[in-house]
């Protein structure tokens, strides 16, 4: 068993022999492409979502020095048509580049000594290749292949660590793109190579216009294309692991879920599912995982409109994003939307492509974002959450004209993003008054169904001694007619099923004296 080449299955069988979602569908998708124009691949994701994990079931998958057969058996990439084909067929070199920038820290030669280790390693297995002066990777790679007829697969784990963290020095950065090129964009690529499988955080930098490796086909959290459902965790598979532990989906899915991946709608967090089902509680994991230093020096800054997005996100608003500008490199932010672009890459925003908008997910990454604020500067949201939690706190002890105030401050510190024209406007200002209360509260937004306009219905959280809040809103009119209009109608959906203490609150704003006012209807209902 080899370091870099020949390195078996035991990876794997490590994950299969503990509780093992079955993500083995990415393989007949991987083997499709094997030995063709698209036999390279690059899959970015967040941390934590799995990619590790399926580098090294590629390896098990793919490595001849192994017989991996058991391991998949009962697995979905079994029943293809194409599982026996290609099953222990390859020589496979799997790289986790972590270990290169861990070891290698500050070092300028880091690329060559990468070449360095696993020519030594390809060598060990074919001591009878020749190695010359001056041969690279690549050249001995092309020579075996030339005397044995074998095909080469290739795995690089967290392939943009060097630029991630070495980008900063470019005669590193270059060296390492220039191996790249070198190994799968050379004339002899294809007749060394069956397939070549490369994951990061970040998509493969753009020069220009154009990739830096631009034969790859590329799978990321904006454009995932058929792999949504490989990486992450469904729904549906969700489901299964609460049914086995016996736990509530709701909480999970509050804390973990959020994430729209192409066609995928409902994606979870599963590094941090699998240690809620562990610890038996949901909390913050993925956060431990990673420091948000680097979230704070993006939120920070100064690009006209980022902090009044990420204010409206903080809200449960949704933004609009291009992302078509970023050049993949965290060191190159130039505009707002490669802030948000980068944020999307790393996890701590969702992207919904059909809508081209994002938004914050969930709970455990709603915390991380709050956390990465208070760590900064920016003193007029600490401001603005510091006042929500009054508001709410006047809000439930039934003092109306504080409220009015309060919504009159916040719609005041928010011009810039929030001019009323109607309803829905209202709503806007509402949810980012109520900020704070998503602490404890979990928030929702209702369009106007026919039976009234927008609503915002906050229902407490577990272990949340708070009453129910279902928020009428009215404009140019009155909050009186914003609470007959609650009590003449049904209940929002949203809150059909709660069973505490409610509380009604009637919200108008006046048009021609700029102000708000508030009705509260302190009969508190016990359903």
Same mark, same amino acid.
């Given at each position: 068993m ?5 390195k ?6 490590d994950?299969?022999?503990h509780e093992y979602?079955d993500?083995t569908?990415?393989i007949?998708h ?14 970015t994701r967040c941390? #934590?979502?799995?990619k ?13 020095s192994c017989?991996?057969r &058991?391991?998949f058996?009962?697995?979905?990439? &079994?029943?293809?048509?194409t ?17 290169? $920038? ?8 880091i690329?060559k ?6 020519? @030594? ?12 002066d ?5 050249d001995i790679?092309?020579?075996? /292949?030339?005397?044995?007829?074998e095909r ?8 943009d660590?060097i ?5 900063? @020095?470019?005669y590193? !950065? +270059? ?9 799968f964009?050379?004339?002899? %690529?294809? !007749? ?7 994951t ?5 930098k ?5 990739s ?24 549906e598979?969700v489901?299964?692991?609460? &049914?086995?532990?016996?736990v ?8 973990y ?6 066609? *995928?709608?409902?994606?979870y967090n ?8 562990q610890?038996?509680?949901c909390k %913050?994991?993925?956060?431990? !995982?990673?420091?948000y230093d ?5 939120? =920070?800054m100064?690009? *006209?409109g ?8 903080l809200?449960g608003?949704?933004?609009y994003?291009?992302t078509?500008?970023?050049r993949?490199?965290?060191r190159?932010?130039? %505009?707002?939307? @490669?802030?948000? +672009?980068?944020?999307?890459?790393l996890?701590y ?6 809508? =081209?908008e994002?938004?914050?997910p969930?709970k455990?990454?709603?915390?991380e ?5 208070r ?16 508001l709410?706190?006047? $809000?439930?002890?039934?003092?109306? =004209?504080?409220?009015?105030r309060?919504?009159? =401050? ?5 011009? /810039?993003?929030? /001019?009323?024209n109607? &309803? ?7 949810s980012?008054a109520?900020i ?9 937004r ?7 306009y ?5 229902i407490?959280?577990r272990?949340?001694?708070?009453p129910a809040l ?12 914003a ?11 949203k809150? /059909?099923?709660? +069973? ?24 508190? #209902?016990?359903?």
């Open positions: 080899g370091i870099y080449i020949n078996g299955n035991s990876d794997f069988r994950i299969v022999a979602v993500k569908s990415l007949p991987i083997n499709a492409m094997l030995n063709s124009e698209s036999r390279y691949s690059c899959v941390r #934590r979502f799995g590790s994990m399926a580098a090294k079931m590629l390896c098990a998958y793919y490595d001849k017989d991996s &058991e391991l058996r009962g697995l979905e990439a &079994e029943w293809d048509e599982f026996e084909t290609y099953l222990n067929k390859y020589y496979v070199i799997s790289i986790d580049m972590t270990d290169f $920038t861990t070891k290698y820290r500050g070092e300028r030669e690329v000594r990468i070449q360095n280790r696993i020519i @030594d390693d390809v060598l060990n297995v074919f001591p009878q290749t020749n190695k010359k001056d041969d690279d990777l690549m790679l092309y020579r075996v /292949s030339e005397s044995t007829g080469f697969f290739m795995i690089i784990d967290e392939w660590a630029l991630r963290e070495m980008g900063s @020095d470019e590193i !950065t +270059t060296a390492y793109v220039d191996l790249l090129r070198r190994l964009k050379g004339s002899g %690529s294809n !007749t060394v190579f069956s397939g070549a499988y490369l990061g955080i970040l998509p493969i753009k020069y220009n216009t154009e830096a490796l631009n034969n790859f086909c590329e799978y990321s959290m904006i454009d995932p294309a058929f792999l949504a459902s490989c990486y992450g965790f469904t729904e598979e489901k299964m692991l609460t &049914e086995r532990h016996n509530s989906m709701n909480d999970l899915k509050m804390w879920d959020g994430y729209n991946i192409g066609c *995928e709608k409902s994606i599963p590094y941090s599912v699998m240690k809620a089902l610890r038996g509680v %913050s994991y993925w956060s431990t !995982t990673g420091a680097s979230v704070n020096t993006y939120i =920070q100064n690009y *006209e980022l902090k009044d997005d990420i204010i409206r996100m809200a608003e949704h933004v994003v291009d078509t500008e970023f993949n490199d965290m190159a932010v130039r %505009s707002k939307n @490669d802030v948000l +672009t980068v944020l999307i890459h996890g925003l969702a992207y919904d492509g059909d809508a =081209q994002c938004y914050i969930n455990e990454v709603a915390d974002m709050n956390n990465a604020i760590a900064t500067t920016w003193e007029p949201l600490v401001k603005t959450i510091q006042n929500s939690k009054s709410l706190e006047a $809000t439930i002890s039934g003092r109306e =004209q504080a409220v009015a309060g919504i009159d =401050q916040a719609h005041d510190e928010n011009t /810039s993003i929030l /001019s009323y109607d &309803e829905n406007s209202l709503a806007c200002v509402l980012v109520y704070w209360a998503r602490n404890e509260y979990i928030i929702h209702e369009y106007a169904t026919g039976k009234g927008a609503d915002l219905v906050m407490p959280r272990n949340v001694n708070k279902v928020v009428e809103l009215k404009f140019n009119n009155t909050a009186d007619t609470i007959d209009q609650i009590k003449r109608k049904e209940y929002p959906s809150i /059909s099923e709660y +069973t505490g203490d409610i509380l009604l609150v009637g919200i108008n704003y006046d048009k021609e004296t700029k102000q708000h006012t508030c009705k509260i209807d302190t009969t508190i #209902r016990c359903r």
